[in-house]
C-alpha cells in the first residue's frame, strides 16, 4: 500500500517536473489595447528611423516626422476602404477581437517642399522579443497570425515594389521558413538609367490573383508618373483579405525568438502600402478552425493556418466528402450521417504540425410554418401565432409591416402572442439546428389589421330644399374609415329607418321630401364595431324651385363673331347672368310671366361659360344654367417668304398655320398650281416668265374660320443665279439696311461670306433670309469696301459660285 502511495507521488513529481507553459506572450495579441512589450520603428526606406522601446499605454504611432498615424490598434471592426473587409477579423469561427493597421496612405509626396517629393518613402515595423518556454522541442509551441494587405502598384521591378514581410529570427539569424515577403509581382520590365529608379513594369495581374490579390474598384489619387502635386485618379490599388498563417517555435525552447511585422512603400517612395496583423492568443500547437457540429449534407467550411511553402493533408469521417481544398489549408466538405475524427497535418522545412476535432452531425434545420392567421380591429388585440413542423432551435421571431423591412422579436419559444397591433403584420420565426446548419426562416403567418370604423361628417350638415329641387342637393361623406352598410333617414332625429333599398354610395341626393327630414350613414371597417356619420339636416320649403331650360348649352365660335344664348323660364321670378361685359340683350332680370323666354347674344374673344342664375321668390335656392362658349383663336397663315425663280423652275409651295384644325386649304389664284386645295402644291410658271404673280391663301376650319396670307413671286428669263448688290446703307432707316444673297432658282445656299480688306471674315451664313447689318462685334462700321464670296446650289443640281465687292455706304 505505501508503495502504490509512494509511485503516484512520483508520477505526480514527474509530471508536475516535465510540463511544459503552453501559454502565450503578454499582449502578444494587442489583447491591452496598446503596444505593451512591442517595440516599434518608423522611418524612410534606406533612411533616418524612429525607435519607439517602450510603449507600454501606447495605441497610436505617427509616421515619421508627419502627423499621419503610421501604426494604431485597433480593438473594434471598422471596414477597410480599399478591400471592403473588416479591420479586425473573424476567421472560421475565431474571434481575433483585436488588431493593428501597420502603415497609411503616406507616401513621399507628403514630405514635398517647394511642389516636389522628397526622396524615400515611409516604412514601419512592430517587433515582439518572445521568450520560448523550456521544454522538448518534440511539443510544438506555435505563434499564428492573420494579415490583410493595401498596396498600390507602383510599376517598378518587384523587388522595388510596396511590401509587407513577416520576419522571424532565431539566435542563429532569420528562420526562412517562417519569414514570409507579401508585395504585387510584375515582369521585371521597368526601364530607367541616369540614376533614376526604373518604372513602367508590367504587373503580372495572373501571379497576384494567383496569391490572393484582388484590384480594389476604389479610385487613388496617384502620383505616378507625375512630377507635381496634382496627381492622377487611377484604379491601381490592389488587396488581399484575411489570411491565416502559423509557424513552430519548438525547436527555440528556452530561447529568444524575434518577430517582426513591417510594411514599407515602394523604394523611391511614391507608392504606399499598409496592412493589419492580429494574432491568436493560443499557443498550444496546430488548431483546427469549423463547427464541431457539422449539418449534414450542407458544405461547411474547416481550416487551420497557413504554413509557408508548406504540405496539406486532411482526413475526414467515413461517409464525409472533401469538395475542395485537400491540399489547402482549408477545405470545404460535405458531411455525412455521422459523426467522427477529422485531421490536419501541415509540414514543411522547420515544421511538422497536426491537430484532430472530433465531430457530430445534426440533421438540416426544417424551419416549419407558423398557424393563427387572424384579421383583428386595429388598437386593442390580440392573436396567438405557433410554429410547428420544426426542426432546430428557436433563434427569434420576425415581424414586418410591408413584407421588406423586418423587426426582431426577442421569443425563443414556438408561441408568441401578438397585441394591440395598428397595421396588418406578417410573422415569421428563426430556425437553426445547430451553429453548423444555416438559419431558416418558417412560413409566414399574417394577422389583418382593420382601423378603426369613423363614421365621418356629412357635408353640408344642414340645407333647405324646395319640391322639384334637382341642384344644391347632394350630401357628400367625408373623413370615414370603413365602407357604408346604408344610409338613414328620419324625420325628429331620434327614431331612424334604413333606406330601402340599400344605399352603399358615399354621395346621396335628396329628392321627393315633403318635410324637413335627417340623414346619416351607418358604417363598419371589417371586423370592427359599425359607427354612424353626423348627421345632416334637410330642411323643406313648399315653393317650387325654378325652372328654365337653355339652348344651346355648348356653342363654337370664331374670334370676333357672336353666338345666340337662349333661354325659357317656367318657374321663376328673377334671374341674372355673369360675365355681362360680352352680353348683350341680357333683359332687364324681372320675370312677368310663365313662360318667360331670354334671347341673349355672347362675343366673347376666348372660351368663356354663361351662367344664368333663376331664383323664384319664397324658394332660398337658385337654379343655375351654364353656356359653354368655345372660341377659336386668330388663325395665322404663313404662305412663305417672297421668291424669285426661273421661268423654268417648279416652285414648291408650303404654308404653315397656327392651328391644326384649320386644314381647308384655298389658293387663288389657281394660275400655274397642280392643286389649289392642299397645303403644299406645286407651281409652274414657265409661261409666265418675267412676270410677277401674287398667291393668296386661305386656311379654314370646317366651322368656317379662316385666315389669310400671301407670297409674291418674281418669274426671272434669266438661268439660275445668286445676285448681290454692289452697295447696301445700314442707317437704320429701314431701306437697304440689309446686305442678302438673292438667289434665283437656287434651292440650297451653302454659304454667304464677307470679308474685310484684310482678309478677315466679319460675317458668314447659310441661310437666305439671312444678311449682314454692317455691324461687326455689335458695332456699326464706317465707309469701306468689302469682298463676298457665296455658293449655292440650283434646281437642277448645278453648284454656282459668286464672289465680288460691295461698298457699305455710312
Same mark, same amino acid.
Given at each position: ?67 499621419? /498615424? ?87 521591378? %518587384? ?41 513602367? =513594369? ?11 490579390? %484582388? ?24 488587396? #488581399? ?50 463547427? #464541431? ?14 504554413? =509557408? ?27 455525412? =450521417? ?172 335628396? %329628392? ?113 344654367? /351654364? ?136 460675317? %458668314? ?46
Amino acid at each position: 500500500m505505501k508503495i502504490i502511495i509512494i509511485s503516484g507521488l512520483l508520477a505526480s513529481w514527474f509530471s508536475a517536473a516535465f510540463s511544459q507553459d503552453q501559454s502565450c506572450p503578454f499582449n502578444i495579441n494587442f489583447s491591452a489595447g496598446d503596444l505593451s512589450s512591442w517595440s516599434a520603428q518608423t522611418g524612410l526606406v534606406g533612411g533616418s528611423t524612429r525607435q519607439y522601446p517602450t510603449n507600454t499605454g501606447v495605441s497610436v504611432i505617427p509616421e515619421y516626422s508627419i502627423l499621419n /498615424t503610421g501604426i494604431q490598434v485597433l480593438t473594434s471592426a471598422g471596414t477597410d476602404r480599399f478591400g471592403g473587409f473588416p479591420t479586425v477579423p473573424v476567421i472560421n469561427g475565431y474571434s481575433y477581437d483585436y488588431s493593428i493597421k501597420l502603415g497609411s496612405e503616406a507616401t513621399s509626396w507628403d514630405l514635398q517642399q517647394d511642389n516636389q517629393r522628397s526622396p524615400g518613402g515611409f516604412v514601419r515595423s512592430v517587433t515582439y522579443t518572445v521568450n520560448v518556454p523550456a521544454g522538448s522541442p518534440s511539443e510544438p509551441y506555435t505563434m499564428t497570425y492573420a494579415y490583410a494587405l493595401v498596396l498600390e502598384n507602383g510599376t517598378h521591378n %518587384s523587388n522595388q515594389q510596396p511590401v509587407f514581410t513577416a520576419t522571424v529570427k532565431g539566435p542563429a539569424g532569420i528562420i526562412t521558413c517562417a519569414s514570409p515577403s507579401y508585395y504585387l509581382p510584375t515582369l521585371n520590365n521597368a526601364t530607367g538609367g541616369n540614376g533614376q529608379t526604373p518604372t513602367g =513594369a508590367t504587373l503580372d495581374s495572373a501571379a497576384a490573383i494567383a496569391d490572393g490579390f %484582388s484590384l480594389s474598384s476604389t479610385l487613388f489619387l496617384s502620383h505616378a508618373g507625375q512630377n507635381n502635386g496634382n496627381g492622377t485618379l487611377l484604379q491601381d490599388i490592389w488587396t #488581399k483579405p484575411w489570411t491565416e498563417v502559423t509557424f513552430d517555435l519548438s525547436p527555440y525552447r528556452g530561447q529568444q525568438v524575434t518577430l517582426t511585422f513591417e510594411a514599407s512603400n515602394c523604394t523611391p517612395g511614391a507608392h504606399f502600402a499598409y496592412a493589419y496583423i492580429a494574432l491568436r492568443n493560443d499557443c498550444g500547437g496546430l488548431e483546427i478552425s469549423g463547427y #464541431k457540429e457539422a449539418c449534414s449534407n450542407t458544405n461547411t467550411v474547416y481550416s487551420i493556418p497557413a504554413l =509557408a511553402n508548406s504540405v496539406y493533408s486532411w482526413t475526414v469521417p467515413a461517409g464525409w466528402t472533401i469538395i475542395t481544398g485537400a491540399n489547402t489549408n482549408i477545405i470545404t466538405v460535405k458531411p455525412g =450521417a455521422a459523426g467522427g475524427i477529422i485531421t490536419a497535418q501541415e509540414i514543411n522545412s522547420c515544421a511538422d504540425l497536426r491537430d484532430t476535432i472530433t465531430v457530430t452531425t445534426l440533421p438540416p434545420t426544417v424551419a416549419g410554418f407558423l398557424t393563427g392567421d387572424n384579421t383583428v380591429c386595429a388598437d386593442a388585440n390580440s392573436t396567438i401565432l405557433t410554429l410547428n413542423g420544426e426542426t432546430g432551435n428557436i433563434l427569434g421571431w420576425l415581424s414586418s409591416t410591408d413584407g421588406l423591412r423586418w423587426s426582431a422579436i426577442t421569443n425563443t419559444t414556438n408561441q408568441y402572442t401578438a397585441q394591440n397591433l395598428n397595421s396588418t403584420t406578417q410573422y415569421r420565426a428563426l430556425v437553426q439546428n445547430g451553429s453548423g446548419c444555416s438559419i431558416d426562416t418558417s412560413g409566414p403567418a399574417l394577422v389583418t389589421v382593420n382601423p378603426q370604423t369613423n363614421g365621418g361628417n356629412l357635408d353640408p350638415d344642414e340645407f333647405t330644399i324646395c319640391p322639384s329641387q334637382t341642384q344644391q342637393n347632394v350630401i357628400l361623406l367625408n373623413g370615414s374609415v370603413g365602407q357604408v352598410q346604408n344610409w338613414q333617414y328620419s324625420y325628429d332625429g331620434a327614431n331612424w329607418s334604413n333606406f330601402s333599398p340599400v344605399n352603399t354610395n358615399t354621395s346621396y341626393s335628396v %329628392s321627393s321630401v315633403n318635410q324637413t327630414t335627417y340623414y346619416r350613414t351607418l358604417l363598419k371597417s371589417g371586423v370592427c364595431p359599425a359607427d354612424t356619420s353626423t348627421i345632416a339636416k334637410v330642411n323643406f320649403v313648399n315653393v317650387p324651385f325654378p325652372s328654365a331650360t337653355i339652348n344651346p348649352d355648348t356653342a363654337s365660335i370664331c374670334y370676333g363673331t357672336s353666338t345666340a344664348l337662349n333661354a325659357v323660364i317656367t318657374a321663376g321670378t328673377n334671374y341674372t347672368w355673369n360675365n355681362t361685359s360680352t352680353l348683350t340683350n341680357t333683359g332687364n332680370g324681372q320675370v312677368s310671366a310663365w313662360p318667360y323666354a331670354i334671347h341673349a347674344t355672347a362675343a366673347p374673344l376666348q372660351n368663356t361659360d354663361y351662367i344664368l342664375s333663376v331664383t323664384n321668390a319664397g324658394c332660398p335656392n337658385a337654379l343655375l344654367d /351654364t353656356f359653354h362658349v368655345f372660341v377659336t383663336q386668330p388663325i395665322t397663315v404663313f404662305a412663305g417668304n417672297d421668291t424669285s425663280i426661273v421661268a423654268s423652275q417648279p416652285l414648291q409651295l408650303n404654308i404653315t398655320v397656327s392651328d391644326s384644325l384649320a386644314n381647308q386649304y384655298t389658293w387663288l389664284p389657281g394660275t400655274g398650281l397642280d392643286n389649289t386645295h392642299i397645303a403644299n402644291p406645286v407651281a409652274n410658271l414657265s409661261n409666265m416668265a418675267g412676270s410677277t404673280i401674287t398667291y393668296t391663301v386661305r386656311a379654314a376650319t370646317a366651322e368656317g374660320c379662316f385666315g389669310e396670307d400671301n407670297i409674291k413671286v418674281m418669274v426671272f428669263t434669266t438661268a439660275p443665279d445668286i445676285f448681290v448688290p454692289s452697295a447696301f446703307t445700314p442707317n437704320r432707316d429701314g431701306r437697304n439696311d440689309v446686305l442678302r444673297p438673292i438667289g434665283v432658282g437656287i434651292s440650297q445656299l451653302h454659304y454667304f461670306r464677307i470679308y474685310n480688306r484684310w482678309g478677315q471674315l466679319v460675317f %458668314s451664313t447659310t441661310d437666305m433670309e439671312s444678311g449682314w447689318d454692317g455691324t461687326i462685334n455689335g458695332k456699326l462700321q464706317t465707309t469701306d469696301t468689302y469682298v463676298y464670296v457665296t455658293q449655292g446650289i440650283d434646281y437642277t443640281g448645278k453648284i454656282i459660285t459668286r464672289k465680288g465687292t460691295v461698298t457699305l455706304i455710312q
